[in-house]
């Protein structure tokens, strides 16, 4: 406790000595433009330099006024490579402050700024830009070490946005964030191997509850990767710079492969729902066939007596026809026969007797 206690006073006295520094970099006058320059980013320097010790000593109204105090002061000058490292590095800070007090949103906002000052200052085609602290620093960086720390500065960025969605609920932009994470600070190797493994494989989780099992399986051998390069003991082993203790590697192993007996579980599980849901779309194609089959045969039965019915009319009509031609012929033959008696009557009268003719 009562190192605590010392070292809080420490750095109280250390944010005294910065403020007196910050009252003697705003009473400079500067004569020419360069020098304007070099002061404002002196001075966003040092405000940034308090924020980050009240963040330390729990300060985070405090630390968030100094934050934007820096950013007021740098934005009074264009974006270029002595100032874009303190921006991006101040809205990473300044975001986790928002965080920390529950504002997601303004946390959101600020990192999605830091992301657009990256992408802008590399399509601009600048050289590595200076560190954020490089002002008060006798020693430079090579270019390389200054692209490196720039491009750490953005993994963090990301790593913050990651959590970010998390708290918002965009589990596929946290996921695919917390990737892009992952991917840099294994391929710029600066990484805790505990800490990525640990990482990778809890991101292969949320993999699986997307049935995304390829991507699930590749987080896993990944982390199961980097963890076997940790031996329990330092000697021969690819980070023998570090001291890991045994507990810690034997945990994260078991974590791993606790991971690892998730991910066969579900897969086994989905493989079996999709076997019972092969089997069930069987039985409906052979059912849906049946009745198909069943239906053309209604169909045929249906036609087949429709076509009956037909000639069974058609029979009638042509019986009622024939009928009714018997019966005209019958009445044409019965005329045909009144007409030759009346005939046969008059060639009687007229020809037989003729006397009777005298009479008409």
Request: with cysteine; charged share 35%.
């Amino acid at each position: 406790k009562q190192w605590y206690q010392r070292r809080v006073r420490a750095k109280y006295a250390g944010r005294n000595m910065l403020k007196s520094a910050l009252q003697r970099a705003q009473s400079f006058k500067p004569s020419t433009d360069q020098e304007t320059a070099r002061i404002r980013c002196a001075q966003a320097t040092i405000f940034h330099y308090i924020g980050q010790v009240s963040i330390e000593v729990e300060e985070p109204k405090e630390a968030e006024k100094n934050l934007q105090s820096c950013l007021d002061v740098i934005d009074l000058e264009p974006v270029n490579k002595y100032n874009i490292s303190l921006r991006l590095h101040v809205h990473n800070i300044l975001a986790t402050v928002w965080s920390g007090r529950n504002d997601h949103d303004k946390a959101y906002q600020l990192l999605e700024k830091a992301k657009e000052l990256h992408a802008g200052y590399l399509h601009s085609k600048e050289p590595p830009p200076r560190a954020y602290d490089e002002i008060f620093m006798d020693e430079k960086f090579s270019s390389e070490e200054r692209n490196v720390m720039f491009e750490k500065l953005y993994t963090n960025t990301l790593f913050y946005l990651a959590q970010v969605y998390g708290v918002r609920g965009d589990n596929k932009q946290a996921a695919a964030h917390c990737h892009i994470t992952l991917q840099r600070q294994l391929e710029a190797d600066e990484f805790d191997p505990l800490d990525w493994s640990l990482n990778c494989a809890t991101l292969s989780q949320y993999y699986v509850t997307m049935n995304n099992y390829v991507s699930a399986r590749h987080t896993l051998a990944c982390a199961s990767s980097v963890l076997s390069n940790v031996q329990e003991s330092s000697e021969n082993s690819q980070y023998s710079d570090e001291s890991y203790d045994n507990e810690k590697i034997l945990k994260t192993r078991a974590d791993i492969e606790r991971c690892w007996i998730k991910f066969c579980v579900n897969l086994l599980k989905d493989s079996v729902a999709d076997l019972e849901a092969s089997d069930l779309s069987d039985k409906v194609s052979k059912i849906t066939e049946m009745k198909n089959t069943f239906e053309d045969e209604e169909d045929k039965v249906e036609e087949e007596e429709k076509k009956e019915k037909e000639e069974e009319e058609k029979k009638e009509d042509e019986k009622i026809e024939d009928l009714e031609a018997g019966e005209k012929e019958k009445e044409k033959t019965v005329e045909e026969e009144e007409v030759s008696s009346c005939t046969n009557n008059l060639v009687h009268h007229f020809v037989i007797r003729p006397d009777l003719s005298d009479r008409w």
